[in-house]
């Protein structure tokens, strides 16, 4: 984006592109994968159907959206980075690009806090949020009474999703595969790879007692990353709205977002009528691979992960072509990425 934009509320070009992702209404789909990197996008799209050809966009903020139809369902795939600030720009951004409801799953890494291998795949039914204390003292922390970091209490994502992903990894998994797929477990999104993870660096971070504190206050604690959390957040914020909340139109710019896009775009949409209506929903789950233990300190290899992905990928998609959206709550496939043509 090297235009000037005309309004800095929620900056949205003339042919209705959102200003991060780059997608306008028609190149998303109302079931959503979520990832952190594009090779892992890459390879849960290649599960997609021929036909449609997927959609590809890759945005000048570097998100990735690939859009089409799994066994004939539209899903899109899009892998949007790491952190609450990435997980932001992709849930309220996607949102204004839709009508109808939608249901996101986050297929990313973690650490363990618990003893269990890496390749474990959690199912995490709550997130907490661990947040790095500005105001805390880290040259002189024995002049403070204020704590370093600070533990939100426990947002849930949607329980009905949260089955069907369980569900659908462990039938999916490979049968010569031993790995543990566990749930009803709760995750901790941390504002930083480093500190608000216990890992200690060069850096004053007073975070030596960190991991301890956390399993000694946060009951069935056991994965620690970095974007979760706001995912459930937001979603159970949306749908703690009030029905009769009106939303208006987010404004248009003059410049045009210029991303990077395989596959034919979405037909022009002709107006910017809010697409999400007051009475629809967003219902999210997550499944994490464990990339590290930090009880044995193990590292999972590149084999593992190659292998992991391919599986549970596959396992996600499966997990969203089950989940229901009635005709009149999903976006219109006429003029969309994943319309179907019939050929004589």
Known sequence: MRDTLTDANFPRTADLRVYH?????????????????????????????????????????GFLTITGRYQG?????????????????????????????????RL????????????????????????RNVDFNFVNPEQCSEPAYRISKPVYGDSDLHEQVKKSLESTRPTHSNTVV??????????????????????????????????HKVKDLATLEMETHHLYHLAACWSGR??????????????PVRPSSDGEPASQPVSITPLAGPDTFIKVSAAQMVFASRM??????????????????????NALKEMDIQPERHHPEQGSVWETHQTT
């Open 242 to 255: 009030k029905s009769s909340e009106t939303t208006k139109p987010p404004p248009l710019a003059t410049g």
């Open 182 to 215: 566990l749930s009803d477990v709760v995750n901790a999104s941390a504002d930083s790879f480093y500190s608000s993870q216990g890992r200690q660096t060069s850096f004053p971070d007073a975070n030596e007692n960190l991991i301890q504190d956390l399993l």
């Open 21 to 61: 992702l780059g997608l306008r209404p028609g190149e998303v789909a109302n079931r959503i994968i979520t990832v952190g990197s594009p090779s892992r996008a890459r390879t849960i799209a290649s599960f997609l159907d021929a036909n449609p050809k997927p959609f590809r966009l890759e945005s000048e903020r």
């Open 296 to 317: 044995s300190q193990d590292f999972i290899t590149p084999e593992q992960v190659s292998t992991l992905e391919h599986w549970t990928g596959e396992a996600i998609l």
């Open 108 to 131: 990313g890494s973690c650490g363990c806090l618990i003893d269990a291998p890496v390749g474990t795949v959690v199912v995490p039914k709550a997130c907490i949020a661990i947040s």
């Open 73 to 105: 369902t539209p899903i899109s795939v899009i892998s949007i980075g790491m952190g609450d600030a990435n997980m932001d720009f992709f849930v309220r951004e996607v949102r204004e690009c839709l009508s109808g409801d939608m249901f996101i799953v």
